[in-house]
């Protein structure tokens, strides 16, 4: 289990459900982060306190696309029928656009050598939200500033690997690369 450390509050990025307002997820984006192995041995053996999602930003093109993909691990939460073992990992599964979930858990989710990541928790309380801070020994970056060091830290060529989307259907189909991406993880079951 990782060391606990001390830090001060840190402000997340709150997203709610239209459909279930009685849920949220707070978002908190963690860069230099120094004790990666260690969070994600302890997320691995199932000992991580609080549970949280830990996403790779690399791969997640947008805070809508996590949205979606939160919405989607809410819908099904509330269905009773995830495919994963908690909604937190269920998110994580959720932003592939495939239907193999250790894939979908090793693409999207945090690696033991991380330098960066998303810490997400659904319905978290302020305690809950120091507690997720003072696991992952880094720089949290401030909720304003979420959206721009998202992007930042995104790689579009992992991007485009994992969702294969065409740039032909980006300028003529469905619109942008994140209309593409949002599509592939809302439909994903579907097809």
């Known amino acids: 289990r990782p060391a606990a450390r001390v830090v001060e509050m840190v402000t997340p990025t709150v997203l709610k459900f239209e459909a279930f307002p009685d ?20 997320l691995l053996d199932r000992s991580l306190q609080p549970e949280m999602a830990l996403v ?12 979606a993909a939160a919405h989607k691990a809410v819908v099904d939460d509330a269905r009773g029928v995830l495919t994963t073992r908690t909604v937190h990992s269920e ?4 932003l592939s656009a ?18 960066a990541v998303l810490a997400c928790r659904f319905d978290a309380t302020d305690a809950d939200v120091l507690a997720m801070a003072n696991v992952i020994a880094g720089d949290a970056v401030p909720a304003g500033d979420l959206e721009a060091e998202l992007s930042s830290l995104g790689d579009p060529a992992i991007v485009k690997k994992y969702y294969k989307h065409g740039d032909l259907e980006c300028k003529q189909g469905v619109g942008t690369v994140e209309d593409a991406i949002v599509q ?4 994903r079951d579907v097809l």
């Open 23 to 42: 849920r949220s997820l707070h978002v908190i984006l963690f860069k230099n982060v120094t004790n990666a192995d260690d969070v994600h041995r302890a």
């Open 184 to 187: 592939r993880i809302g439909t």
């Open 98 to 115: 495939n239907k193999h979930i250790t894939e979908g858990l090793r693409r999207f989710g945090m690696a033991g050598d991380a330098s």
């Open 56 to 67: 790779d930003p690399a791969p997640t093109h947008s805070l809508f696309a996590l949205h």
């Open 91 to 94: 998110l994580v599964y959720n």
